[in-house]
C-alpha cells in the first residue's frame, strides 16, 4: 500500500478501491492479526468523512475488497471473526 498516493499495488498491477474501501483496507493491514470491529471500521469511515454506514455496509465493503484481491493470493487474507470483526490474517 502507498499510503501518500492512496494506492494498492499488488505483484505490479494497481488495484482501484473506493475511498472507504482503501481506508477500511489500510486499517485491516496496520492491525495485522488483530480483529477490528464493524463498529470500529464504521467510525474509522465516519470520522474521515465518508458519512454513515452500517454494519451491513462494511460487510458489502468487505466483499469489494475480498473481490479485488482474491486473483493475487491462495487464500482469503481477510478473516472473519464470528461475532467480532474483520482481521488481515497473517501465518
Known amino acids: 500500500m502507498d499510503e501518500s498516493a492512496k494506492e494498492v499495488i499488488i505483484n505490479g498491477f494497481k488495484i482501484e478501491f473506493t475511498p472507504s474501501e482503501y481506508l477500511i483496507l ?15 471500521l464504521a467510525q474509522i469511515i465516519y470520522d474521515n468523512y465518508f458519512g454513515e454506514i452500517d454494519e451491513q455496509g462494511i460487510n458489502s465493503h468487505i466483499y469489494h475488497i475480498r473481490e479485488k484481491v482474491k486473483t493475487f493470493y491462495d487464500k482469503d487474507v481477510i478473516k472473519t471473526v464470528r461475532g467480532m470483526g474483520y482481521k488481515i490474517y497473517e501465518d
Request: glycine letters at 0%.
Open 26 to 40: 489500510h486499517t485491516l493491514v496496520s492491525n495485522k492479526n488483530r480483529v477490528c470491529s464493524r463498529a470500529d
